[in-house]
């Protein structure tokens, strides 16, 4: 592998992972990984332009940031790039009404949104949410659309807690599609247009970007 | 469509579905499809060998032919093919230990395999049962085997009960497949060795059934 003054060579901004990078999220609040805690304040110390790009769909951004700022991390909301922020912005400019099968935690970014008599299913990782009740909520309501829109944040498989493995999104976005014959919107990693909201934030081309 | 005595020329016998075709599950042991009764009594009356073909994987044999009974179908446990004890013939022969995400209606027809420390899944239409909580377990167990198997009662996507559309286990087992990166063994339809032993129970020829 090159040396890390060459690899670096032309690049003006770096784009940072959250979970299992900076801290693996579990009971408590998560731990920090080594070293990362550090490795964010050095790279806020350099030329380097920074962005926070995650796909966490439990929480608020004022949530995760309150979380990590705990944990030692020097990061602000205005920071990050999360699915659900842009989410909404596209229910807004569709005029999209959700059923939002997703996490409580993170049920405050979508206060603005309209959701009375819904014509479209938002999925998240909703953990504990992910019941059976609410799973065939969402499966009757995809049913009864003359064209079904599923709009998943992220389509990650499983992530690790401290406790273990667990179910992500993703696997319940695959359930829905098969249910309805249908195929997911995905908004969040790894969508292209994602990463590029984050690298438009910090006015950092595609080439310039680690 | 050619009429009824040309197409039954060479008609030994027939595989009748139940679920949504003599009768429709809910809420109080569900109700008979409008001339369904009477359909099954004149073809047992007539020289046709009869076998009814089920995926119903929420309840045992013995529970569903007591419902039918009670609906006014002349059927017996020996008449019915059903996935579990398909499944349990399988676990057998090739020594797997099941972690069980079925309903607690069809329980009892595994009473005689060994659940310690599995090394494989069954996933049935669990109902209310597909937790989040369940979901993760039999997901943990796999990722923990070197070769995770799973097996699946059925694929359907979904069934009609006289409360609306409900999830049947097909999407579930989509969610496992792509969490774990494999693919499930289908016990029941429309897999070809189950409508074959159907079929040998009456000791009828595919090209013989209707």
Redesign the interface.
Known sequence: MAPWGKRLAGVRGVLLDISGVLYDSGAGGGTAIAGSVEAVARLKRSRLKVRFCTNESQKSRAELVGQLRRLGFDISEGEVTAPAPAACQILKERGLRPYLLIHDGVRSEFDQIDTSNPNCVVIAD????????N??NA??VL?ELENPVLISLGKG??YKETS?????V???M????????IKAEVVGKPSPEFFKSALQAIGVEAHQAQ
Do not use: I
Not at 164 to 168: I, N, T, Y
Not at 174 to 181: D, S, V
């Open positions: 909703a953990g504990e949410s992910f019941s059976y009740q799973m065939n499966f009757q049913m498989r499983y273990g493995l667990m179910l992500d993703g696997p319940y695959k359930a829905l599609e098969y249910a309805c014959g």
